[in-house]
């Protein structure tokens, strides 16, 4: 029989096994948490006008709004949106006419922009989901859209398509109404099932084709995700480590009167490393960072491709940042 302590043990393993996880859970999470505050939004604030006029636009709305909203939350809470736009203006001006280099610099800016639009749909295509599985937006709009009226109302009585729009709203159904209520539930379960596969079937094809086009093995491709895990931890405590050290002593400076010293990284290191990257097996570098530290020790140019095309040595870094200086300016 297993001691408390055993299972304290089992516990955490598996613990620490979740945390190995932890994107994959922070995407449950959200989808959890969507899911959940569209189950009390559909059915404690939502209520349907019953109008054969605002039916359908006001149905869509509590449908597509928040998911459209949720979206474009998702841009904003991901950092790497703004590690992507800052300065993009000037990264458009020194890659502007420079032939494969222009090309890289998009190739690069599509892949991130690909892989933040999958982090933001996350929530949206839930809320979508399971509204459609809950079959409350449906009923409203679909009672009030003149062409589903008339394919359910055929073969039905007279007053079918006078009814159809206060259908949400009556409490006392004849069999006839019931019928046409379960039909649109059904309709709507169906919608929501079809968009989950969908979805699914989606997310393999891409993570197939993603996987099929990667110039490196798949334990390599493992080991360049725990690299920049890892890298992104370290980076952000030694940023918080540093940024702490200079701030105390550029107050003990201030107080004694004397001049502060303290090695920084120059504003053309911290360029070079915010730059996107694309993981090749040309090169031995698993990101911007390791790449540029390598090549300043060696002393090359920070290039991108190959040896003949120069894209982020230090003149050019200075050029764009002169050039952000103009739009600044302007």
């Known amino acids: 029989m297993a001691t408390r302590s055993d299972l304290v043990k089992i516990i955490l393993e598996k613990f620490s096994t979740l945390l190995k996880h932890r994107s994959k859970l922070e995407y449950g999470l959200v989808s959890l948490l969507t899911a959940g505050g569209e189950s009390i939004f559909s059915t404690a604030i939502f209520q349907c006008p019953c109008n054969t006029t605002w039916n359908l636009p006001f ?37 502007k006419g420079r032939g494969n280099q222009s090309f890289t610099c998009g190739y690069q800016c599509f892949v991130e922009i690909r892989s933040i639009c999958i982090s933001a749909l996350v929530a949206p295509l839930t809320w979508v989901a ?62 929501g099932w079809i968009l989950i596969a969908v979805v699914i ?14 110039p490196v093995s798949f334990m390599q491709l493992e080991f360049k995700k725990i690299y920049e895990k890892q890298e992104q931890k370290i980076l952000t405590k030694e940023s918080r480590d540093n940024a702490t050290e200079l701030a105390n002593k550029n107050v003990k400076c201030f107080f004694e009167g004397s001049c502060p010293d303290h090695n920084s ?6 360029q070079q490393i915010s730059s996107l990257y694309t993981f090749n097996s040309e090169e031995p570098y698993y990101s911007t960072l390791h790449k540029h530290v390598n090549i300043r020790e060696k002393g090359d140019s920070f290039s991108e491709g190959n040896a003949e095309v120069s894209t982020f040595n230090i003149v050019e870094v200075q050029q764009c940042m002169t050039l952000r200086q103009q739009c600044i300016n302007l």
Request: with cysteine.
């Open 130 to 191: 399971v509204g459609l599985l809950w079959g409350t937006f449906y009923e409203c709009f679909a009672s009030g859209s003149s062409f589903i009226v008339g394919i359910m109302c055929v073969g039905r009585k007279d007053n079918c398509a006078t009814l159809m729009p206060k259908l949400p709203c009556l409490q006392d159904r004849e069999p006839d109404l019931q019928d046409l209520l379960r039909e649109l539930r059904s309709q709507s379960q169906v919608a």
């Open 59 to 95: 149905g869509l709305i509590f449908l597509l709004m928040p998911a459209l909203a949720l979206f474009l939350l998702g841009f904003v809470l991901n950092t790497r949106t703004w590690r992507l736009v800052t300065g993009c203006w000037c990264c458009c001006c020194c890659c």
């Open 201 to 214: 079937l989606i997310l393999m094809i891409v993570k197939c084709f993603t996987y099929c086009l990667s």
């Open 265 to 270: 990284p120059s504003a053309e290191d911290w």
